[in-house]
């Protein structure tokens, strides 16, 4: 099974910056559709931005104007620019994508949930 690897994450303060990277414990030939989700202290896990590669891109609204989510499809990394943090995004933010990967044995796999163990982002106030 797949595992994708977030980084990026750390502490911030309040309306600073940090960009999230997303890559996978195999090789990624494709990415199909990517999508960032955090979960707050308490709080149910929600998604906060999904694009379909080289198609369209979905934010939550309490995020819309802050946050990016960018595919690089040389790199096979799927990026989250986060500005102007406030306190409530604070969280374990985790990706979730629809990839093909290559294994070494030349076969070619598909997984429509591969998911990251999360990344923690704290924004202090």
């Known amino acids: 099974q797949v595992q994708l690897v977030e980084s990026g994450g750390g502490l911030v303060q309040a309306g600073g910056s940090l960009r999230l990277s997303c890559s996978a414990s195999?090789?990624?030939?494709?990415?199909?559709?990517m999508g960032w989700y955090r979960q707050g202290l308490g709080k149910q896990r929600e998604l906060v931005a999904h694009q379909v590669s080289r198609g369209s891109t979905n934010y939550a609204d309490s995020v819309k104007g802050r946050f990016t989510i960018s595919i690089d499809n040389a790199k096979n990394t799927v990026f989250l620019q986060m500005n102007n943090l406030k306190p409530e995004d604070t969280g374990v933010y985790s990706c979730?994508?629809?990839?093909?990967?290559?294994?070494?044995?030349?076969?070619?796999?598909?997984?429509?949930?591969?998911w990251g163990q999360g990344t923690l982002v704290t924004v202090s106030s």
């Open positions: 979730n994508g629809d990839i093909t990967v290559a294994l070494d044995d030349s076969r070619r796999i598909r997984y429509f949930e591969a």
């Open positions: 195999e090789t990624i030939e494709s990415i199909h559709a």
